[in-house]
């Protein structure tokens, strides 16, 4: 619904409950519910911290180039290690 390219670099924003999105190209967006709700995405009963979501769509917003390992245990680590979640061992 949000391709990557919609996006504001440097965006999102961390929410208490939800993820303010920022776009910036709203023509790439496929939506069904009402305009106003668009750029939020809320996170009440997701199974992942908000904070956590908005880092890392931060994130690949800002390195399109590791969009396509998104998934691996490789990358997962690699993020972990990047937004200071894990230590690296090594």
């Not at 519910?33 to 690949?60: E, N, Q, S």
Request: no cysteine.
């Amino acid at each position: 619904m949000f391709p990557w390219d919609a996006l504001r670099p440097g965006t999102p924003t961390r929410g208490y409950d939800t993820v303010k999105l920022v776009v910036d190209r709203p023509e790439l967006v496929r939506w069904g519910g009402p305009k106003w709700l668009m750029r939020r995405i809320m996170m009440r009963y997701a199974v992942v911290h908000p904070w956590f979501f908005a880092d890392a769509v931060r994130l690949y917003v800002l390195r399109p180039e590791r969009r396509a390992a998104i998934g691996t245990p490789e990358e997962f680590t690699r993020l972990l290690v990047d937004l200071g979640v894990l230590v690296p061992t090594s």
